[in-house]
């Protein structure tokens, strides 16, 4: 037995509007830090406008996995395109980790051997992006970062307001030291948050791929409290995974009375026990299988 009152084609969290207005925003500004990076030879700033890329390919994919997200099921779609946005997220983690690992390696080189570096131009720069980011910040926010999908997205741009904030003191640090090696230094810092931004987004989207039970769900407390019940003997069979950011979802064999099944108790005891899930787990798509004492000998349990 199951619950058929769920809807699997639940609409996307992502807004589109503020996501579009966040895309232009960066490109506009990724072509004008570009063209500052080579003119005061900034490896800082280029790392920023590497990131900045990714922050626009993050976002792109994001929109597109929102897009697909909204596709009914169909045929053997049976949970319709919900996956793409935890493939869309777990891009963005892979796009900020071989980033940090290409600018991280040349900033060690330059940490060595420090080119000349215009601070002053860095510091205009990148007071600019620290703006442009914080504008960028509030709209993929907007979009709703309840989506995994979106969420990608906006560790990109937080990562990159930290990489500009970072840029900012080291272009200070020049103008008044002459230290060209803070240029190297706040990359390597940049780095390090794109590494801490990527495991976080991995992890996340690695324990969903990996149909991991959700980290908040204590499957030992869920088993307990169905068997809490009137009528419940055991519960066997329970499984916990998550499809999409907000769709958990759990199966589970259920044993109980043989008088349920007699006097018409079955469906009333699935409505309870779907509400225990619902209503103390946030489990609402659930697919239970009432099961008579005798029939647990005839099946290979898991756990």
Known sequence: ?????????????????????????????????????????????????????SDIG??????????????????????????????????????????????????????????????????????????????????????SRRSLNVEGAYQHILTDLFGFIGTLVAGLVIVLTGWARADAIASLIICALMLRA???????????????????????????HVMGLDHVQSVHDLHAWTVSSDLPAVSAHIVVEDTCFSDGHAPILLAQIQQCLSGHFDLEHSTLQLEPPRHAGTENQTV
Request: hydrophobic share 55%; net charge neutral; no cysteine.
């Open 58 to 143: 993050a976002i792109a994919i994001a929109l597109w996995a929102a897009r697909l997200t909204q596709r009914r099921p169909q045929g053997s779609w049976t949970w319709g395109w919900k996956r793409a946005e935890i493939l869309s997220a777990a891009v963005n983690g892979v796009t900020l980790l071989v980033v940090a690992i290409v600018v991280g390696v040349e900033a060690i080189q330059r940490l060595l051997t420090p080119p000349a570096v215009g601070g002053e131009l860095i510091m205009v720069i990148a007071a600019i992006g620290v703006v442009v980011n914080i504008a960028v910040a509030w709209l993929v926010a907007r979009a």
């Open 1 to 53: 037995m199951s619950s058929h009152k769920h809807d699997h084609s639940l609409p996307s969290d992502a807004d589109p509007r503020f996501l579009i207005a966040a895309l232009t925003l960066l490109a506009a500004f990724m072509i004008t830090e570009v063209v500052t990076a080579v003119v005061s030879g900034s490896l800082a700033l280029l790392s920023d406008a590497g990131h900045m890329l």
């Open 198 to 224: 990527a495991y976080s987004l991995l992890s996340q989207t690695g324990r969903i791929l990996m149909e991991v039970a959700p980290a908040s769900l204590d499957l030992n407390e869920v088993r307990q």
